[in-house]
């Protein structure tokens, strides 16, 4: 049978020889760039010691309990071998070095491995912990500087009470200069602690120490106060923790997204708990490779979204993108771009403040920020790196833009000077949101030197507050100004009021909510009951010796309020304060608060918008567009090789609208509707036929029953003179047959004017076809009468048996038939019908009658043309037939007028429309009617009228020469 070696030998030479690996690593690359040599050989013979022991410890076989003592024993000669190295002790507090304790940092491996089970006292027995909240600050520190200054540059300021602080050089010697608000971060921990130390009902029987350490804007320091941390001395050991009586409970820090990404891998490893209360880089929520990083502060993709709703609300749709070029400037920009691209908005330009250049490419930005039309322009950049474009803007006069700020400088103090008020004023953007810390600004007010004469931040603090230098160079900061004051300790606070900003407490905040984190966190691990904890087998942590790990699980569920009553956990969704800059009474630029952005909420984006201020027309939004919009009525075209938001107001064509600004297509009204005169909404079409209630409807219904009454005139005459002569020649019957198609033909006028029903359409040209058709077929049988007549009176002529009524009659009956066969084909085939033409005329509505079948209207009029024109040619034969009185000349001029008139008609009506076409066709019909009967039966109304005496058969037989009508 195969022998197995336990996991445990195996799991300990893997970490044995990673331990060794790691060890000789960090002695050969770690301190080889800033020590000296001998330094560098010293530290790479102990690692190579080291790695001998832990080579040896880890390929030896042994059980648990064993591999934990030959472990405890090899972290003993670690520390033994770093102490006789070492050439002065750690100065901690002023105190001695106490005995040194190693402690292993177990990584994912001793946590899988079953962690260790406390053992249960009684709440009341515990004794006192003091656990260790370690405080790594990562701001620029620059005079003046705001709370957003935060990212690539990396400082500390850290000031507590005498036995907790960790002497670290002035800033002086580091080349750092004093930043008051970063300072106010520092005590916004303080003073948390402080609270959680005084509550008795957080954390009894346990007090929170700190320490702290500068990284002063430098990215190894960084590493190395991290390892610092870890080992809990000068001399950092990876994978070793010395000071085994103070637990770690957790590093708060960074306050820079890229010192935090370095910390966070190698705290990660550990499973250390690290908060940061100001790193927004989105990269850090991912949790497989932060595992125990958190924040107190949203990402920058909840702000890089709520600034483009920004952007989107004001209707900006032409905008300019501004940010430097950090992961925290392109990650944030490139997310603005994709929501204002995605809602429609165009980008006018994209450019990068360049952090490497001294000038930070300025006279480049401001060039094409002024050669551009975009007004409003997105800026996602660190105050200090946009000065130098601001004053290049300055020095350029470019004004007139509306900046939208990230949270790294829309409160920024630096950028509120006076002089940047022309460029800055109007300013709106994103803030972080501000919490309550009640009874701090009390505790800013009591910071005096005197309480922590170890804390080298509080002295720096009070030499730049009151321009002073202390006159003890052991706890002077190293300023030599020979025009400073010497500092006496007793100065007041309170006598410099704009020195701190308590009613901005904004990152302060943050820091306040991480070391509550912390503290809510230690209070639940430590109240874990046995059997019923979240390790295995219902195990608790050891209050006294608790792993990372251990802590970690209960930070990622911590949820507490605050004492002003606000929530927390590390679900933390995007909430910002919207601030907008405002000029004060007194002529300072004052941030005021104009709404908040909850990026969990309904509504998203809430604004008070009465009280929001801009630069020109405070009261109006400024626009910020590439071509100014498209009122109703017009529709936009986009231009040739320009962005979408650049195009070309284009008037809506004739029977379209548009009823929105910038409206990319018009719209047809309803059929019955019609634009109105600007072309922006639609208004109902005029209905239009020829109404008897209009002018010239009126006129021609007058003249159609004046006339209709005129030849009913005549024919009551001619039956009052039937038996002269005059009646009696040429077919009497006729003539009464010819005035009654007269009147007909004259009322057939009427059925045109009014309202076109179904019932008039099918009537009127079928009655006005057939009373014609009857009207000249009458004057071509009179005519034809004629004409047979005095051929008949020559001898021997067949004619004579043609000579009669009948024969009238026949012609009459006969002409009269064809019509109206016609028409009854006509209206059978395709009748006339009502219709609504909403073609013909822009914006109206012509009710008329269609035809039906343009082919049998023109056929009717054909026939009564050929009716007429034959009628015409048989008169016009018989005009010099010798008689007194020959009708034929008569019915040649009446025929001739007649066909003039429809000739004349044929044009006329095909170039009309609507009511005008109505109105031609009966102007048509009563001219034509009027010709007929004022050439045929005038004159012989003159004669009975007003010369009776030639109305005698003398004269009509030609037998009185002398009194022959010529």
């Known amino acids: 049978m195969t022998s197995r070696v336990p996991a445990t030998q195996h799991r300990g030479a893997r970490h044995a020889k990673h331990v060794g690996d790691t060890i000789v690593k960090n002695a050969d690359q770690l301190f080889s760039t800033d020590l000296r040599r001998q330094e560098h050989l010293r530290k790479k013979a102990i690692g190579d010691e080291v790695a001998q022991n832990v080579t040896a410890v880890g390929t030896t076989p042994c059980t648990v309990h064993d591999c934990h003592k030959r472990w405890n024993d090899l972290h003993l000669k670690v520390c033994n071998l770093l102490l006789a190295q070492r050439t002065q002790g750690m100065a901690t507090g002023g105190s001695s070095t106490p005995p040194i304790h190693l402690e292993s940092i177990e990584g994912v491996d001793a946590a899988e491995a079953g962690g260790m089970t406390s053992k249960e006292a009684d709440e009341s027995k515990r004794p006192t912990v003091k656990n260790e909240v370690w405080m790594l600050d990562a701001a620029p520190r620059l005079q003046g500087e705001d709370v957003t200054n935060k990212r690539n540059e990396v400082d500390l300021r850290l000031a507590g009470r005498p036995d907790q602080v960790r002497r670290s050089p002035t800033l002086v010697e580091m080349g750092c200069r004093f930043g008051f608000l970063d300072y106010q971060w520092l005590q916004g921990m303080t003073f948390a602690i402080e609270e959680i130390n005084s509550n008795p009902d957080l954390l009894p029987n346990t007090t929170l120490g700190f320490w702290m350490y500068d990284s002063c804007r430098v990215f190894q320091k960084v590493m190395e106060g991290t390892l610092w941390m870890l080992t809990g001395r000068d001399e950092a050991v990876a994978n070793y923790r010395c000071l085994q009586e103070l637990p770690l409970a957790g590093i708060i820090g960074d306050s820079g997204s890229t010192p935090s990404i370095l910390m966070a891998r190698v705290l990660g490893l550990y499973r250390i708990p690290q908060i940061s209360y100001f790193s927004t880089n989105p990269i850090l929520s991912d949790r497989k490779q932060f595992p125990s990083f958190f924040r107190t502060i949203p990402t920058d993709d909840y702000q890089s979204r709520g600034l483009a709703q920004l952007v989107i609300h004001f209707g900006w749709t032409w905008v300019g993108l501004l940010a430097e070029d950090s992961d925290y400037g392109q990650q944030g920009i490139q997310i603005v771009k994709q929501e204002v691209i995605n809602a429609g908005v165009c980008v ?59 949270e790294a400088w829309s409160t920024s103090k630096l950028l509120s000077e006076r002089k940047y008020w022309d460029i800055l004023a109007g300013t709106i953007g994103f803030a972080i949101h501000s919490g309550a810390m009640p009874g701090f600004d009390q505790y800013l007010n009591n910071i005096n030197p005197t309480k922590y004469p170890e804390d080298n931040f509080t002295r720096e603090f009070w030499e730049e507050a009151f321009v002073c230098t202390w006159s003890d160079p052991n706890i002077s900061s190293g300023l030599t100004n020979n025009n400073r004051k010497p500092c006496m300790g007793d100065e007041k606070l309170d006598s410099l009021p704009n020195l701190y900003d308590g009613t901005n407490l904004r990152v302060t905040y943050n820091t306040y909510l991480a070391v509550y984190a912390i503290a809510i966190s230690l209070q639940d691990m430590l109240s874990c009951r046995q059997n019923r904890g979240p390790f295995i087998h219902g195990s608790c942590a050891d209050s006294l010796d608790f792993h990372p790990w251990q802590l970690l699980h209960y930070v990622k569920n911590v949820h507490f309020k605050t004492k002003a009553g606000a929530e927390f956990d590390f679900d933390i969704n995007g909430r910002y304060d919207i601030v907008n800059w405002q000029m004060n009474a007194v002529g300072a630029i004052h941030h005021v608060k104009v709404g908040n952005y909850d990026s969990s909420a309904t509504e998203n984006l809430k604004l008070n918008t009465s009280t929001i201020q801009w630069k020109v027309q405070s009261d109006l939004v400024p626009r910020s567009v590439c071509t100014m919009s498209c009122s109703p009525g017009y529709y936009k075209v986009t231009m040739p090789s320009k962005p979408a938001c650049c195009f070309q107001c284009v008037q809506c064509s004739q029977g379209d609208m548009s009823n929105q600004t910038d409206s990319i297509e018009c719209i047809k009204c309803p059929l019955e509707f019609w634009p109105a005169g600007k072309q922006d909404r639609c208004i109902p079409k005029i209905t239009e036929f020829l109404s008897s209630e209009e002018y010239l409807g009126i006129v021609l219904t007058a003249t159609g029953i004046l006339f209709s009454s005129i030849p009913s005139v005549i024919l009551g005459l001619f039956i009052h003179f039937r038996n002269t002569p005059i009646v009696k020649a040429n077919n009497r019957s006729l003539s009464y047959l010819l005035l009654l198609s007269l009147t007909l033909c004259f009322l057939s006028s009427l059925t045109f004017i009014g309202y076109p029903t179904q019932e008039k359409c099918l009537l009127r040209q079928a009655a006005f076809g057939i009373s014609f058709a009857l009207c000249v077929s009458c004057i071509l049988a009179k005519t034809t009468m004629v004409v047979i007549a005095f051929n008949a009176t020559k001898p021997n002529s067949d004619l004579r048996r043609w000579i009669g009524p009948q024969m009238s009659y026949l012609v009459v009956c006969i002409s009269t038939l064809i019509q109206v066969l016609l028409c009854i084909l006509w209206l059978s085939l395709s009748p006339p019908f009502c219709e609504k033409n909403t073609q013909t005329e822009p914006g109206k509505i012509i009710i008329q009658c269609n035809e039906g079948s343009l082919i049998a209207f023109w056929c009717m009029l054909g026939y009564l043309g050929l009716l007429a024109f034959i009628s015409f040619i048989v008169a016009f034969l018989a005009r010099k037939l010798p008689d007194s009185f020959n009708e034929a000349q008569f019915i040649t001029f009446s025929m001739l007028a007649f066909l003039s008139v429809w000739l004349s008609f044929i044009p006329a009506y095909l170039s009309t429309r609507g009511k005008y076409m109505v109105a031609m066709e009966i102007f048509a019909i009563q001219s034509s009617s009027s010709a007929l009967l004022s050439c045929i039966f005038f004159p012989k109304c003159y004669i009975i009228l007003v010369k009776p005496e030639l109305n005698t058969k003398e004269h009509l037989m030609g037998r009185d020469p002398a009194n022959i009508v010529h």
């Open 348 to 406: 006018a330009f994209s450019e990068n403040v360049i952090l490497s250049r001294t000038d930070r490419n300025a006279f480049h930005v401001v060039q094409v920020i002024k050669n551009s039309t975009a007004k409003a322009i997105v800026v996602f950049c660190l105050d200090a790196d946009l000065a130098p474009v601001l004053d290049e803007m300055v020095w350029q006069n470019v004004t007139g833009k509306i900046w939208i700020a990230s």
